[in-house]
């Protein structure tokens, strides 16, 4: 599945400066925003953070641009198809993603399990400032820990959760039996974390691709991390 124009759907010309982005993205953001009780669109909204966080960021924009020109595919993000807004629905998914994308990466490279957080938020496709409280979470959990590059790794005890606790979160499980494909992107993350002529879309492409037809169910809202005390 293809995303759509970010160009088009935030309504401006690709030559808009960064000024016209960031005023449109809050008029927007306003507009569509879960909280708003007349405007409220919450896929929209999750499509105006993924636009925003591409074409706010002079690297990845560049990117964009050159695919959008070449008419190459952008998979959409995880954020597409699970519910990261529903207050603490979406806080949970966020956590099971997160801890799916470093497990996977941990598996196909433990040593080199590194992610940085701009490739978690490009796999998620939810701007960081959404992402702090989750990333704070996890790390006082012991479940991650943050390298002294500034990346994510995934520790012991975070191996451990999601191992034992697959059977009991559907989504979870969703996400762990992708882990064929959730492997090999993670190994050409690895292979080309460092290559300054790739972008973190590329890296996360493969990883994508593979988990964009997973849907969010009303059992998927019933995640019980609170089992291992994960909501404690």
Known sequence: MESPDYYEFLQISPNADSDTIHRVYRF??????PDNPETADAEKFFLLTQAFSVLSSPERRADYDAKRKNGT???????????????????????????AVLYFQRRANPYSPEVSF????????????YLEFTMWYLRRKGYVERADNSDFTLTVEGVDFVEAQRVNIPLLNRLLTMGESFSTSATRLSNTSR???QSPVD???????????IEASEEDGKVRMHQDGAVS
Not at 28 to 33: C, G, P, V, W
């Open 28 to 33: 927007l953001a306003a507009r569509y925003h």
């Open 118 to 129: 701009l490739d978690i938020e490009v796999r998620l496709g939810f701007p960081r400032e």
């Open 195 to 197: 290559d300054s002529s």
């Open 203 to 213: 890296h996360a492409s493969g990883c994508l691709d593979a988990l964009a037809d």
């Open 73 to 99: 595919a952008q998979p959409l993000p995880l954020s597409s198809s699970i519910d990261f807004m529903d207050n603490m629905k979406g806080e949970l998914n966020k956590r099971l993603a997160v801890l």
